[in-house]
């Protein structure tokens, strides 16, 4: 029996609120479970998070309705989100609310009702007529607004409300949209042996059309409507026939949700080679011990990783347990997941990122009840409720849409995996051919063991690489293609093969650079590119706060030709077009692929050989298996490298590799060309030997001297504001807060924002370096201080400026 409660709300307060408990509620109330509690004036939804019987000294309020009779949350799952909520400086309820399916709301809703001592008699005709509407039906504050609003009800609406003659009550809304559909079954008193003994009888007339329709849905009841859309007996003429006379009714049941755009015929599991098979007995043996254990599987593209992932989730599936599998994106994926289904298929539940509130919940209710075992998803997936969660998979490890950036929670999917297989005693795999720096220097410090695969699966071989230095074509090219590259297509396009073609545009940074020698100017001070700020004519490093006028010739070689670069959009499908009249091209970017399952059709017409050429953004980067692929060409690498991020060489390093891991995956050899103004860059030069080791290497050299992550941990203050000189001055102060609080932090900054004006609002950043072994108590209580610091030194002076806590950000 408890006697209080303590709720965490769905916002961004990081505080928690106590309640005292009815007597008749006492023995119901669990944590995990959504209450309806009195909040400031009205109600609200949140989350109990402890139950105890320790008086408050203040005077506590009544909880009102408890909303789930079992927990939403297990204690697990609440324990995982507490630890986010401080090491990610979150809310606790706004972390609950983000580890939820959308499905589950958090939401009331405001009701109308006419006040009990209303005397009708004392009303006008027009007060009248609104309080008979109102004791008619429930109608919500919404509803009521919308129907007098215009019409000359409208004032007298408010007026009734004013005087408390109409009140407003408010309630919970856990009504989650449900699709339903007609289901038809047997009218009242009909059962399949009396309808079948008419339909002998003489008095069928089979003649009719009616009673055809009846000998057809007697062997079929109860039978769906959408089973039976293109019937040409059961139409909709002869059901009504059907109902009128009384042999059949329906009912609303809801919709099937099974997603099944993803063909997936089953497959028994392959045999895996002698590498795999090194790797798997390691991991097998840490699921059989069912103890923690990481790992970091790396292999390189087309080495076979899904295949020990697969082996893996067996081994857990027939012992009992349950798995995750966390891809990138899913509707990137769909090959991937497909893998997965053709083994695994019903024991699996998707979350997929285009599912409806319906579907999402679906798929969360099966996983909770143990009726599936086994979730893939993206980064929210990390939060699915698998029962006896024996293994966690990270597919492409180093993927940044594994950081959550906004809105809070900001969690890494990676770091969540950890702590959560930490405590269930389960087994963390984190796979990649491009190990992120994060991983690899766990790796060094013993934190997770390295397994590798370095060979292609059977003859495939990695494909060559070339680099073509755009300064010496600029005489030779093909729109944006240079020679050699156009030639390789036309070459591939004769024999039938595909080709793969990555155009990056991130459109919002700008940035100068020379044209005669590449040269991108650089921050003095943090060694990222200096972004462009055309309305100012600036050049600014959003590290440092660094920034000087536009130069008008290059700094490097003197030369007069600089180009902004980085933004605006070329019609490169078009020019495609002109190039190779007789290819048929594809795009594959956010633009082409926003309807729902418009991936997966894109992917299908490329991977069944309906066209040649594909092109896209990053997108096509990620994960595609296609072997008769074997011309990749990207067609401008200097993009990214431009990104003001201390990662940006990483991020392309990155790209550049796995794109390149596209080509040449079946028998045929591949080739890879990379277009670059600065083709000595280390990204391109490690990309083209497919040497990552190599590129690590280099690029902890780099970091370590600066002292960037892994060597440290970045806390991120995002400062917003719709005025500027507010927010500068924030960041400012928040600055001076910083170095009273931990005077022996580095700090970064005050500076304007990568993207300094976002959605009408002015960005400010201010950066702290920590040491990154400290934990969540540590980051909680230096955030808490700092805050409380500035909160006190600045009295409200900046009330237009919202402060974000971004742990882990990333560029
Ligand atoms: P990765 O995930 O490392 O990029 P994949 O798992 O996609 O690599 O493997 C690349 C290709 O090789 C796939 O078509 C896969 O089916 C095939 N393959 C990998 N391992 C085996 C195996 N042991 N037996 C048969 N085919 C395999
Ligand atoms: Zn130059």
Same mark, same amino acid.
């Given at each position: 029996?408890s006697t209080f409660v303590d709720v965490a709300l769905p916002a961004a307060v990081r505080k928690q609120f106590t309640y005292h408990v009815p007597k008749e509620l006492m023995a119901s109330v669990q944590p995990g479970q959504r209450v309806w509690i009195p909040f400031r004036n009205y109600y609200a939804i949140g989350v109990i998070i402890g139950v105890h019987n320790q008086t408050p000294s203040f005077k506590t309020k009544p909880l009102r309705k408890i909303l789930d009779e079992e927990p939403l949350l297990s204690q697990?799952l609440l324990k995982l989100t507490k630890?986010i909520s401080r090491?990610y400086y979150s809310s606790w309820g706004e972390t609950i609310q983000a580890a939820l399916p959308a499905g589950l709301n958090f939401v009331s809703r405001k009701y109308l009702k006419?006040s ?9 005709? /027009? ?5 008979? /509407?109102?004791?008619?039906?429930d109608t919500t504050l919404n509803e009521a607004k919308k ?14 409300l004013?005087?408390k003659?109409i009140e407003i009550w408010e309630e919970p809304d856990l009504k989650v949209t ?10 009242? @008193? ?17 003649? %009719? ?25 059961? #139409? ?8 009128? +006379? ?19 015929? $089953? ?19 840490? =699921? ?29 599936? +027939? ?8 891809? $990138? ?28 509130n319906?579907?999402r919940l679906?798929?969360w209710?099966?996983?909770?009840? @143990? ?9 929210s997936?990390?939060f699915?409720p ?12 180093? /993927?940044?849409?594994?950081?959550q950036?906004d809105p809070a929670p900001r969690y ?39 397994? *590798? ?25 093909? @729109?944006?293609?240079?020679?050699? =590259? ?38 003095? *001070? ?78 299908? #017409?490329?991977? *069944? ?31 990214? %490298? ?37 083709? +000595? ?71 304007? @924002? ?26 909680e209580?230096?955030?808490e201080?700092?805050m409380?610091?500035?909160d006190? +030194?600045?009295?409200g002076?900046?009330s237009?400026?919202r402060v974000n806590v ?6």
């Open positions: 029996m697990e630890w090491f006419v009990e001592s209303v005397d009708d008699t004392g009303l006008r005709e /027009d007060q009248k007529e609104i309080v008979e /509407d109102l004791r008619q039906s129907r007098y609003k215009g019409t000359g009800l409208n004032k007298v609406f408010s007026n009734l004013k005087k003659i449900v699709a339903t559909e007609r289901e038809w079954i047997w009218a009242e @008193g009909r059962t399949e042996e009396s309808v079948q003994k008419f339909l002998e009888s003489e008095n069928a007339n089979n003649d %009719l059309k009616w009673v055809e329709a009846l000998a057809h849905i007697a062997e079929r009841i109860p039978l769906r409507q959408s089973e039976i859309s293109e019937d040409s007996v059961l #139409t909709s003429y002869t059901l009504k026939k059907l109902r009128d +006379e009384d042999w059949i009714t329906y009912q609303d049941v809801e919709k099937n949700t099974e997603i099944d755009h993803l063909s997936h015929e $089953p497959e028994s599991i392959k045999t895996l080679n002698e590498d795999q098979e090194k790797a798997f007995k390691k991991i097998g043996e840490s =699921l059989t011990k069912e103890e923690f254990a990481n790992y970091l599987l790396f292999g390189i593209t087309g080495s076979g990783k899904t295949e020990v992932y697969i082996h893996a989730l067996k081994q857990v599936v +027939e012992n009992g347990k349950g798995g995750i599998v966390l891809v $990138p994106e899913i509707a990137l994926t769909p090959q991937t997941v497909s893998r997965f289904y053709r083994i695994f298929g019903d024991q699996i539940a998707v979350l997929h990122s285009r599912m409806t319906r579907e679906q798929a209710k099966d996983l909770n009840s @143990g009726k599936k075992s086994i979730a893939i998803g993206p980064r997936a990390v699915a698998v029962q006896n969660l024996g293994l966690i998979i990270l597919d492409e490890e180093h /993927d940044s849409s594994y950081k950036m890494h999917a990676r770091e969540t995996a950890i702590v959560r297989a930490r405590e269930n005693n389960a087994v963390v795999i984190m796979g990649s051919a491009t190990p992120s720096m994060q991983a690899l220097n766990m790796a060094a410090k013993g934190k997770c063991e390295m397994l *590798e695969l370095t060979k292609r699966h059977a003859e495939a071989k990695l494909p060559e690489v070339e680099v073509l230095d755009l300064k010496q074509y600029r005489g030779a090219m093909r @729109g944006e293609l240079a020679v050699p =590259l156009f030639m390789a297509m036309e070459e591939a396009l004769k024999k039938g093969e595909q080709i793969i073609l990555l155009y990056n545009r991130r459109g919002y940074a700008s940035y100068l650079q020379c044209e005669d020698c590449g040269h991108i100017p650089q921050s003095p *001070e943090c060694s990222v590119s200096l972004t462009y700020h055309k309305r100012k004519n600036l050049l600014m490093c959003h590290y440092s706060g660094y920034s000087r006028r536009a130069d008008t010739k290059c700094e490097h070689c003197g030369s007069p030709n600089l180009k902004v670069q980085g933004s605006g959009t070329q019609n490169i499908e078009e020019q495609l077009g002109d190039l190779f009249p007789e290819a048929k091209v594809i795009r594959f970017d956010r633009d082409s692929t926003s309807r729902k399952g418009a991936h997966e059709q894109i992917l299908n #017409t490329f991977g *069944e050989g309906k066209a040649d050429i594909l092109i896209g953004t990053q997108l096509v980067a990620k994960g595609l298996d296609f072997p008769n692929v074997t011309v990749v060409g990207v067609i401008d690498t200097d993009t990214e %490298l431009a990104f003001p991020s201390f990662q940006a060489t990483e991020r392309m390093y990155q790209l550049l590799s796995q794109v390149s891991g596209r080509s040449g995956r079946g028998e045929k050899a591949g080739t890879v060309f990379l277009q670059s103004r600065q083709p +000595e860059n280390p990204a391109i030069q490690f990309a083209k030997k497919h040497d990552h080791r190599g590129f690590a290497r280099q690029e902890m050299e780099f970091r370590k001297p600066l002292n960037y992550p892994p060597y440290s941990r970045l806390i991120r203050f995002e400062l917003k504001s719709v005025k500027e000189q507010e927010v500068s001055q924030a960041a400012h102060q928040l600055t001076s807060s910083v170095g009273r609080v931990v005077p022996e932090l580095a700090v970064l900054g005050p500076s304007p @924002g990568a993207i300094p004006w976002m959605n009408k609002k002015y960005i400010w950043e201010v950066t702290l370096k920590i040491d990154p072994e400290k934990g969540a108590g540590y980051i209580a230096v955030v201080k700092i409380e610091v500035y006190a +030194e600045t009295k002076r900046f237009s400026v971004n742990v882990d950000a990333i560029q």
